[in-house]
T-cell receptor
Framework: DVKVTQSSRYLVKRTGEKVFLECVQDMDHENMFWYRQDPGLGLRLIYFSYDVKMKEKGDIPEGYSVSREKKERFSLILESASTNQTSMYLC?????????????FGPGTRLTVL | AQTVTQSQPEMSVQEAETVTLSCTYDTSESDYYLFWYKQPPSRQMILVIRQEAYKQQNATENRFSVNFQKAAKSFSLKISDSQLGDAAMYFCAYRRRGSGTYKYIFGTGTRLKVLA
């Protein structure tokens, strides 16, 4: 079974703190994604990566950065957390190729910024 | 730009009954994938069913089936014999087909309640 794990289920941080959210997948997938999920807005893509050290901005990259130093690990960084970044953060991975490649999701990290 | 619309924020169904969740999308592409994902309360999002746009036959997975209308750009999910465990948020998603890495576009979700 594909496993995508996230470093924390719940996280509470203060405004201005630097926050690291980590995601690890064990299926050698090329692609990894970070989303935030907010009620009524669905899933919005923050960043994605298609290879080690490669990244592309999603729809809402402002205030976030990412790092992918190893294939299995994709980190989301909030340089200076703000209250409007309080949200559920979901990591996902998928293989490359022309086959139907679904995304596999982690359990999510519920981040609260006070 | 591609968009996915789920116009029903919330639906209810009686246990053992059938319910249909709606999804429409907009794209200029002819070759793509469509997905329905399920997110149970406090649990991981999982794939329910997927459809390849070039296939005319509607996908089916046990009690879950889709009604794919390509011309109308509609992709509804039918759940038959609803069970309490079907209660969840359901997301419709679109992805362009190809060997590159393309974004998945998600709808805003439909919360399904199953009444005992």
């Amino acid at each position: 079974d594909v496993k995508v794990t996230q470093s924390s289920r719940y996280l509470v941080k203060r405004t201005g703190e630097k926050v690291f959210l980590e995601c690890v997948q064990d299926m050698d997938h090329e692609n990894m994604f970070w989303y935030r999920q907010d009620p009524g807005l669905g899933l919005r893509l923050i960043y994605f990566s298609y290879d080690v050290k490669m990244k592309e901005k999603g729809d809402i990259p402002e205030g976030y950065s990412v790092s992918r130093e190893k294939k299995e690990r994709f980190s989301l960084i909030l340089e200076s957390a703000s209250t409007n970044q309080t949200s559920m953060y979901l990591c996902a991975s998928s293989p490359s190729g022309r086959t139907v490649n679904e995304q596999f999701f982690g359990p999510g990290t519920r981040l609260t910024v006070l | 730009a591609q968009t996915v619309t789920q116009s029903q924020p919330e639906m209810s169904v009686q246990e053992a009954e059938t319910v249909t969740l709606s999804c429409t999308y907009d794209t200029s592409e002819s070759d793509y994938y469509l997905f329905w994902y399920k997110q149970p309360p406090s649990r991981q999002m999982i794939l329910v069913i997927r459809q390849e746009a070039y296939k005319q036959q509607n996908a089916t997975e046990n009690r879950f089936s889709v009604n794919f209308q390509k011309a109308a750009k509609s992709f509804s999910l039918k759940i038959s014999d609803s069970q309490l465990g079907d209660a969840a948020m359901y997301f419709c998603a679109y992805r362009r087909r190809g060997s590159g890495t393309y974004k998945y576009i998600f709808g805003t979700g439909t919360r399904l309640k199953v009444l005992a």
